[in-house]
């Protein structure tokens, strides 16, 4: 095993506030690898740790932040494409590399109370190294938190993770919990 290398690499955004309330941040990216450490399957039930000789992550990611008044959102939205350009390959897609994920959040708030809520997307899975008939399909979950302030050092919340209760997978046959509630006290 070689140790990973990062050939080239480049980022160049551009981020603008269009007004007092809206701003947009959006930038293009390239990761250029030898060597990159990869899951290379043997048969069926073996696989093996190994070098890439030449991967390259290309992409953009694009997004808004609102706010006004006690109201504020944001979305982003990236487009990613992950490629093994080592010669021969058959299918040139890096595996458990979504090309497309979303995320938007809103939030409100009223004197000490705080409502938010979040929405997270994430495309099928094109390629999987493990268990490739059980690959990833497209998902979205949907988060929610409600806090209180008690005091300027006391706030008080209550989360619903996967409040639809969405059953997904981010790797084949790993499955992600499904609703959970938690409650936080946090002193400052």
């Known amino acids: 095993m070689k140790a990973e290398k990062l050939r080239f690499y480049g980022e160049i955004g551009l981020r603008r506030k269009l007004s007092n309330f809206l701003q947009t941040d959006t930038s293009l990216f390239i990761y250029d690898f030898s060597d990159m450490i990869f899951w290379q399957r043997i048969s069926e039930n073996e696989f093996q740790v190994t070098n890439l ?10 997004g808004v932040k609102f706010s006004w008044r006690r109201l504020s959102a944001i979305a982003n939205y990236t487009y990613l494409d992950a490629q093994d350009r080592t010669e021969g390959r058959i299918d040139d897609q ?13 939030d409100y708030q009223y004197a000490r ?7 997270r997307y994430v495309s099928k899975i094109e390629e999987a190294i493990f268990y490739p008939n059980d690959a990833p399909e497209a998902f979205y979950v949907v988060n929610a938190k ?3 302030n008690a ?8 989360a619903v993770n996967n ?17 959970s509630i938690a409650f936080r006290i946090v002193v400052d």
Not at 94 to 106: D, E, R, V
Not at 113 to 119: D, E, H, K, N, Y
């Open 53 to 62: 000789n030449h991967s390259l992550i290309k992409g953009v990611e694009t």
């Open 94 to 106: 890096l595996p458990y590399k979504p090309k497309h994920t979303a995320y938007i959040a809103l």
């Open 113 to 119: 109370f705080r409502l938010g809520a979040s929405l």
């Open 146 to 148: 409600l806090s209180y």
């Open 151 to 158: 005091s300027s050092r006391i706030t008080l919340s209550a």
């Open 163 to 179: 409040l639809l209760n969405r059953q997904y997978e981010e790797m084949a046959r790993y499955r992600m919990p499904g609703r």
